[in-house]
Structures are given as C-alpha cells and as structure tokens.
T-cell receptor, first 118, second 111 residues
Framework: SAVISQKPSRDICQRGTSLTIQCQVDSQVTMMFWYRQQPGQSLTLIATANQGSEATYESGFVIDKFPISRPNLTFSTLTVSNLSPEDSSIYLC???????????????FGPGTRLTVT | SQQGEEDPQALSIQEGENATMNCSYKTSINNLQWYRQNSGRGLVHLILIRSNEREKHSGRLRVTLDTSKKSSSLLITASRAADTASYFCATGRSNDYKLSFGAGTTVTVRA
C-alpha cells in the first residue's frame, strides 16, 4: 500500500477563483488519478496524471477547467479553475503502486479535499 | 462513466447482524475492488478479487464474484457500530488501470 496525503483537506472558495490541490505519496507510484465526488454521489474519474506529459482526461473534463501537473513519481496537483457552486465536491487522488498485472493491482485513495464554492 | 450498480442503496441493521450488499456491472473486468468511506472522507481499500477468483475472505469480510452474472457481493459478518459507512464497488477495466465505481450502499449499524 501507500501513504497518500492531500492538501488542503478542505476549503471554501469564492466563485470565479481557482483552487489547487496537492497530492503527495510516500513512494514512487506507477499511476496517479484524480476523481471527483459530488455531494451524495459516487466517484467519477477526472483524469490520469501522467509523469512528464499532459494528463489524459475523461469525457466531460477538459484541461482548461482542471489543469493537472505531475512533475515526478510521487507528487501531483489538480487545479479547479473558474469555480462555480457546481464544483463543490470532494476531490480525491488515487495511486496504483505497482505495475503488476491488470488483474492484481490495488488502487489506494488519499483522504480527499472537500471544496465548497460560495 | 459508472458501470456498477449497487443494491440496496441503504441498509440499516442491528449490531451483531450480518450485512450483505450487491454490485452488478456491465462489461468484462480484470478485478473488482470494494472500498469503505466514512463521513465523506477518503476511501479505504477493503479487498480486491480478481476476475478468475470466485470468493475471497479478509477478517469479517467475504466477497464473492460471479463473472457469468457480472455481479459481486460483499458480506460483513457480526457488524459493529464502526462499520457504519458507505461501501463502494469499483471494477477494473480490461485494458487499463482505471476504475469505474458503483453508486454505493450506505450501511447504518444500530447499537
């Protein structure tokens, strides 16, 4: 497994501003992902954070709104830009710790960042 | 997009009873993972079952997988108040490491 931390744990932001969330892992990991969990909902994958290259976004998510950086194998940031109340969610990073078979990998999640947009 | 459906959506049981929740999915998978989430915080990884496995145990947890029916179940035996949480299944896709999550089951264990 891996120890994953996120900063901040929560924030209240004004409409039109941006929030950058940091995800730090205690060991080098193969894959890092960012998820969104809207109130009372399940998790939706935003993007795969690729080390040294542009993130790969899922349908419905775009780089201008959710720019992602991953400068090395232990750290990533997600920025939520031009905030609106609809962006109020929990944002979670996750990691796959080994490049084992696709059947055997486990994915671990950070503690999440609760964002409220007013 | 989500491919998992879980039922029931909510479950309320007495402490000491067993809790069973089910997860169905639509496409072929490599594995299925169960997670617990307390009070809208991070997800705790509970157990992974591979597509070629049928049953797996971990402490008070028992997971089954029926790939012919595209379904899985999570059984929590001898429930405790601390088991009160939301439980999610997530399926690992055939060609990458991404997960698709079910809608979740909210379990309340009454003392």
């Amino acid at each position: 497994s891996a120890v994953i931390s996120q900063k901040p744990s929560r924030d209240i932001c004004q409409r039109g501003t941006s929030l950058t969330i940091q995800c730090q892992v205690d060991s080098q990991v193969t894959m890092m992902f960012w998820y969104r969990q809207q109130p009372g909902q399940s998790l939706t994958l935003i993007a795969t954070a690729n080390q040294g290259s542009e993130a790969t976004y899922e349908s419905g998510f775009v780089i201008d709104k959710f720019p992602i950086s991953r400068p090395n194998l232990t750290f990533s940031t997600l920025t939520v830009s031009n905030l609106s109340p609809e962006d109020s969610s929990i944002y979670l990073c996750s990691v796959v710790t080994s490049g084992g078979s696709l059947r055997s990998y486990e994915q671990y999640f950070g503690p999440g960042t609760r964002l409220t947009v007013t | 997009s989500q491919q998992g459906e879980e039922d029931p959506q909510a479950l309320s049981i007495q402490e000491g009873e067993n809790a069973t929740m089910n997860c169905s999915y639509k496409t072929s998978i490599n594995n299925l993972q169960w997670y617990r989430q307390n009070s809208g915080r991070g997800l705790v990884h509970l157990i992974l079952i591979r597509s070629n496995e049928r049953e797996k145990h971990s402490g008070r947890l028992r997971v089954t997988l029926d790939t012919s029916k595209k379904s899985s179940s999570l059984l929590i035996t001898a429930s405790r108040a601390a088991d009160t949480a939301s439980y999610f299944c997530a399926t690992g896709r055939s060609n990458d490491y991404k997960l698709s999550f079910g809608a979740g089951t909210t379990v309340t264990v009454r003392a």
